[in-house]
T-cell receptor, first 113, second 112 residues
């Protein structure tokens, strides 16, 4: 079974802190994604990575950056956390061969005080 | 970017009732996907549709890929309490490098 793990289920940070959210997948998938989920707004794509060291901005990249130095790991960075970044963050991965399904991690609920 | 309109936003039903939800888009997709998110977890794929007009079942779930390629519906028959969760539709274009456009979700509550 594909497994996508995220470093924390719950995280509380202060305004202005630098925050790292880590995501690891164990199925050698090429594509990885970071979404944020807010009530009534569905899943909004923050950043997308085609493959190692390759990234593309999603729909809401402002205030975020990403890093993908190894194929299995995709990190989301909040350079200076703000209260409006309080949200649920979901990581997903997908293979480029075969089906279009994305496999999601359990999510990290981030609260910025 | 492309927008998906998913409805209804929420549903409150009695156990045993059937459920229907749908997604519409202003532009076409090559693939429609339906995911379910249990409370406290990430979404999990329920059904994938790859061809216009395709009707696919997975147990009590049935989904269809609209003929125009701009819409899809998901039906759940004889709902049970474990059907509770958020259901997302997602559309994908082959030319969009693996990215999906997600609907806003339908939150389903099932009363025993």
């Amino acid at each position: 079974d594909v497994k996508v793990t995220q470093s924390s289920r719950y995280l509380v940070k202060r305004t202005g802190e630098k925050v790292f959210l880590e995501c690891v997948q164990d199925m050698d998938h090429e594509n990885m994604f970071w979404y944020r989920q807010d009530p009534g707004l569905g899943l909004r794509l923050i950043y997308f990575s085609y493959d190692v060291k390759m990234k593309e901005k999603g729909d809401i990249p402002e205030g975020y950056s990403v890093s993908r130095e190894k194929k299995e790991r995709f990190s989301l960075i909040l350079e200076s956390a703000s209260t409006n970044q309080t949200s649920m963050y979901l990581c997903a991965s997908r293979t480029t061969s075969g089906y279009n399904e994305q496999f999601f991690g359990p999510g990290t609920r981030l609260t910025v005080l | 970017g492309q927008q998906l309109n998913q409805s209804p936003q929420s549903m409150f039903i009695q156990e045993g009732e059937d459920v229907s939800m749908n997604c519409t888009s202003s532009s076409i997709f090559n693939t429609w996907l339906w995911y379910k998110q249990d409370p406290g977890e990430g979404p999990v794929l329920l059904i994938a549709l790859y061809k216009a007009g395709e009707l696919t079942s997975n147990g009590r779930l049935t989904a269809q890929f609209g003929i125009t390629r701009k819409d899809s519906f998901l039906n759940i028959s004889a709902s049970i309490p474990s059907d509770v969760g958020i259901y997302f539709c997602a559309g994908q274009l082959d030319t969009n490098a693996g990215k999906s456009t997600f609907g806003d979700g339908t939150t389903l509550t099932v009363k025993p």
